[in-house]
């Protein structure tokens, strides 16, 4: 069995602390990203909407 010192132990742990931060980091910037992209996609969706009530509303398409 390998035997290691507090030393080594320590820089381990703070190494696998580093990474843990980064990798917290990293999702929360993806979350951010996700939130951002549903916020385009809810904005795209509604300016197509608009612009289909729109042209409904000046050939009165739904007018029979």
Same mark, same amino acid.
Request: proline share 0%; charged share 35%; hydrophobic share 35%.
């Given at each position: 069995? $390998?035997? /290691?010192?507090?030393?080594?132990?320590?820089? +381990? /742990?703070?190494?696998?602390?580093? +990474?843990?931060a980064y990798l917290?980091?990293?999702?929360?910037?993806?979350?951010n990203l996700?939130?951002?992209?549903?916020?385009?996609?809810?904005?795209? +969706?509604?300016?197509?909407?608009?612009? $289909?009530?729109?042209? =409904?509303? =000046?050939?009165?398409?739904?007018?029979?």
């Amino acid at each position: 069995a $390998t035997i /290691m010192s507090l030393e080594d132990f320590e820089q +381990r /742990m703070n190494q696998v602390i580093e +990474r843990n931060a980064y990798l917290e980091s990293e999702l929360d910037e993806k979350e951010n990203l996700l939130e951002s992209v549903q916020r385009l996609k809810d904005e795209a +969706r509604g300016k197509v909407l608009r612009k $289909t009530s729109y042209i =409904c509303f =000046c050939f009165n398409i739904f007018d029979y």
